[in-house]
């Protein structure tokens, strides 16, 4: 049964922030900071797996089995990227049942070629958006649960312009998607049209670094959107503060330095599960 988390919410019209998380690191640290909704992405979750970019290289067993690990290391309902669904028709109905089966809350699934392209990165190309409304269509009747939520993306914006994004989206809801995701939106005003030209929840993607504008919540929510992933910012966090630790190392030769914080071990242990270990042990010890 998949999280009614998000469909509450968004019956509710409670703005929703999901994080992204790209590993079980990130994943038992957002479990203590406490989030109800996180967000499984397709280029970090590779990128942190199996140090490949976001260009369709990874398949949909790789994806699944990453997503099903999210699900059972996260206390949150999952979200998932699913990329294009991995395929034509057949390959979206069998991904679709893959996800829901792996407890996944709500799965992504976009409009571009296969193999894809990170949505914030040059060389996208879309299919036909008939067609790209046929895997929306599939989708929703590959699901078995209603709480299983069908989010489509298009990533018309650099290659039809906002007129494009409109039609896209607009069929992809006449298709039967519930959260609408218009990515790569370059400005504010471009989020407030489409916004406002379609009574469908919208999911804003704040990837650091790329081509939309970062806004907070609060400014989001005016703007028209129901929800936001950040997908990128734990991991780029991750990133930036690996490399001043490394530097630190060498260039003077230890792990001790006032300048790098250092996640307290001891609770690290405690949030991994060992805790649950040593009761066992404890427990079964002769």
Not at 148 to 177: C, N, P, W
Not at 249 to 263: A, C, E, N, R
């Amino acid at each position: 049964m998949a999280n009614p988390i998000l469909r509450q919410k968004l019956a509710s019209r409670q703005f929703i922030t999901a994080p992204g998380i790209q590993d079980m690191i990130a994943a038992v640290v957002a479990n203590k900071v406490g989030f109800d909704i996180v967000y499984g992405s397709g280029y970090w979750t590779v990128a942190s797996a199996y140090g490949l970019p976001d260009a369709g290289i990874a398949s949909v067993t790789q994806m699944v089995d990453r997503m099903a690990t999210l699900v059972r290391t996260c206390n949150a309902a999952v979200v998932a990227d699913a990329d294009t669904g991995f395929g034509g028709l057949l390959n979206v109905h069998h991904t679709v049942q893959a996800y829901e089966q792996a407890g996944i809350t709500a799965i992504q699934i976009e409009d571009q070629e296969f193999p894809k392209k990170c949505g914030h990165t040059p060389g996208k190309r879309v299919v036909p958006a008939e067609e790209m409304a046929d895997k929306i269509r599939v989708a929703v009747e590959a699901r078995r649960d209603e709480n299983f939520l069908i989010i489509a993306r298009t990533d018309a914006r650099q290659s039809e312009g906002l007129e494009g994004v409109l039609h896209r989206m607009k069929l992809y809801a006449q298709a039967g998607a519930d959260i609408l995701f218009p990515e790569a939106l370059t400005s504010d005003e471009e989020a407030r049209i489409v916004t406002g030209s379609i009574d469908k929840p919208m999911m804003a993607n704040m990837a650091d670094g790329g081509l939309t504008p970062i806004r907070d919540a609060k400014t989001l929510e005016s703007l028209g959107y129901s929800m936001a992933i950040f997908p990128a910012m734990t991991s780029l966090a991750a990133a930036a503060a690996m490399e001043t630790a490394l530097l630190n190392l060498k260039q003077t030769g230890t792990s001790l330095s006032p300048d790098i914080p250092l996640f307290n071990f001891k609770e690290f242990c405690s949030l991994i599960g060992f805790e649950h270990v040593w009761a066992f042990d404890k427990k079964w010890a002769r």
